[in-house]
């Protein structure tokens, strides 16, 4: 079984046209869900699909799902999924998302042409949103996948002009019937840019996942009091903004602290400031911050927003300000399936292709499907590190050699 190079590089180049934006250096795309680059995005998709005789069918929330099920499947056997997204941040690279796709689209051609007959039907998918850049916070084709989020939700949500999901999604044909129960799937695999530097450097074309980071969101202001730049003394003030700052920094020696002693995989970051009147004669009077933390050990989340309130605390006495904090959205370390990585590996070993584990420092829709059902993730080399822009670039042979241990692995659990 050997993955043509040729069909995966010319798919994912054809599907960089649809939002192309132009910029001085890489290749930019721009394809936010519901938009005329997502129909077309979406629309060569199911192309290539049916090209390759898959049936197709699209899901309430406009996720593409293609079946392969030859004479060889047991009709009632449960399938074993792969895929991505196609949808993309605003003047994103080409890679992030279509690489899955077009791999688990390439996998099953790859299967086809070495006339391999599985036992499961093998199902490649498409989730809508994940990026999260129109509506809602990104993975949301996955979360009412997974039941996460009941499909009426997800329809209603609009986006800055006031228009919903399932509005835009019916504009462009891809509203569907029914929803993609990903609990059903025997097991699911993801291939996905690795958006940092650790495949690089060490030279090796797919790093097998073995667990995708837990991530705490929470939101921070800080209340002082507004007041004239000039004519205020020093010691009169209550500065929001220098409260603030100082709890970036503390934020910045708490991870810091614990990835010397906890974990080197900890990281946090205040990513957001809203500073009000945000005025330059004007004395910073209240401030909103975000804070973004992330481990593969929920502990050292648990540590590190500890700290956080634990610096409010001292801001709060210290400062003459008052503090509120929040912690909205909390998503625990999430490991993936041993039989999934397994089947990565082995099929990395069948192939000749060196494998390294190591975790995923960012989400994924797979985060979502590993609560129910076993998966795996996969990753290929990131130029640089770079992703979420026009530079994310990946070496083709990568893509080919990375597709090649997924199409092993997808055969592999079908014939289980």
């Not at 790859?110 to 093998?122: F, G, H, K, L, T």
């Not at 490649?124 to 990104?138: A, K």
């Not at 073995?210 to 500065?239: F, P, Q, V, Y």
Request: hydrophobic share 40%; net charge negative; proline share 4%.
């Amino acid at each position: 079984m050997q993955v043509s190079q040729h069909r995966l590089q010319r798919d994912i180049e054809a599907n960089a046209a649809f939002g192309s934006v132009a910029v001085e250096k890489g290749h930019g795309r721009t394809v936010l869900t519901g938009t005329e680059a997502d129909r077309k995005a979406r629309a060569y998709f199911c192309e290539r699909l049916r090209d390759a005789g898959l049936t197709v069918r699209i899901d309430c929330v406009g996720n593409i799902v293609g079946r392969w099920a030859p004479e060889s499947v047991n009709p009632t056997a449960a399938p074993v999924a792969a895929g991505s997204h196609l949808d993309s941040v605003p003047e994103g690279g080409i890679f992030d998302g279509p690489l899955g796709v077009y791999a688990a689209l390439e996998s099953v051609r790859a299967m086809q042409d070495a006339d391999v007959e599985p036992i499961r039907p093998v199902e490649v998918v498409c989730f809508t949103e994940e990026e999260g850049q129109r509506f809602d916070g990104g993975l949301l084709g996955s979360a009412v996948a997974t039941g996460e989020m009941n499909s009426e939700t997800a329809l209603s949500l609009e986006d800055d002009s006031g228009t919903s999901l399932e509005a835009a999604l019916s504009d462009i044909g891809f509203l569907g019937e029914g929803r993609l129960a990903a609990d059903e799937w025997h097991a699911w695999l993801e291939l996905h840019i690795e958006q940092s530097e650790r495949l690089t450097e060490a030279d090796i074309s797919a790093g097998v996942v073995t667990t995708i980071t837990g991530l705490s969101r929470c939101g921070i202001e800080i209340t002082g009091e507004a007041n004239h730049a000039g004519s205020t003394l020093m010691t009169n003030r209550s500065d929001a903004m220098a409260a603030g700052s100082e709890f970036v920094l503390d934020i910045e020696a708490a991870a810091g602290e614990c990835v010397d002693t906890d974990s080197a995989t900890a990281v946090a970051t205040v990513g957001k400031l809203d500073v009000r009147p945000n005025a330059p004669n004007v004395i910073p009077g209240a401030v909103e911050l975000s804070l973004d933390v992330r481990d593969i050990r929920q502990s050292s989340i648990e540590k590190i927003v500890s700290r956080a309130k634990q610096s409010l605390d001292r801001i709060e006495t210290e400062r003459d300000v008052t503090t509120e904090f929040d912690r909205p959205w909390n998503r625990p370390p999430v490991p993936m399936s041993d039989r999934c990585r397994t089947a990565l590996c082995e099929a990395g070993e069948s192939a000749e292709i060196e494998i390294r584990e190591l975790h995923s420092g960012a989400a994924h829709d797979t985060m979502h499907v590993a609560n129910v059902t076993d998966a795996g993730l996969l990753f290929v080399p990131s130029r640089d590190g770079i992703s979420h822009n026009p530079l994310e670039w990946t070496d083709w042979e990568d893509c080919a050699a990375a597709t090649q241990v997924l199409g092993g692995a997808l055969k592999r659990l079908a014939s289980e």
